[in-house]
Nanobody, 122 residues
Framework: VQLQACGGGLVQAGGSLRLSCAAS????????MGWFRQAPGKEREFVAA????????YYANSVKGRFTISRDNAKNTVYLQMNNLKPEDTAVYYC????????????????WGQGTLVTVSS
């Protein structure tokens, strides 16, 4: 399984970015895809997740209402649309995959992408 994340960059506070995660190597119909982030000096934390089969989503409270996770089944790609970005959103963002229902638990995810850096300036 390979997960390729991209779309990070530098943006001013209040701006938007869209991250993409292209998945390959297996069938993801019974999987959950998640986005996590790790800020400098902090632990990795859950951001959002989506069940591949039905599109059910779940968000961390810190991003609810600002971030939207979605998927394109035909392209095997998951997106994270990030709006109204804040300096505290600055982190390396990782996409991950797990077999089964939605989860925010980092340890339950089996496959991880390489990460993409998002920097939000004030």
């Amino acid at each position: 399984v390979q997960l390729q994340a991209c779309g990070g960059g530098l943006v001013q506070a209040g701006g938007s970015l869209r991250l993409s995660c292209a998945a390959s190597g297996r069938t993801f119909s019974s999987s959950t895809m998640g986005w996590f982030r790790q800020a400098p000096g902090k632990e990795r934390e859950f951001v959002a997740a989506i069940e591949w089969s039905n599109g059910f989503t779940y968000y961390a409270n810190s991003v609810k209402g600002r971030f939207t996770i979605s998927r394109d089944n035909a392209k095997n790609t998951v997106y994270l649309q990030m709006n109204n970005l804040k300096p505290e959103d600055t982190a390396v963002y990782y996409c991950a995959a797990r077999t089964g229902v939605i989860s925010s638990t980092i340890a339950s995810y089996d496959y991880w992408g390489q990460g993409t850096l998002v920097t939000v300036s004030s």
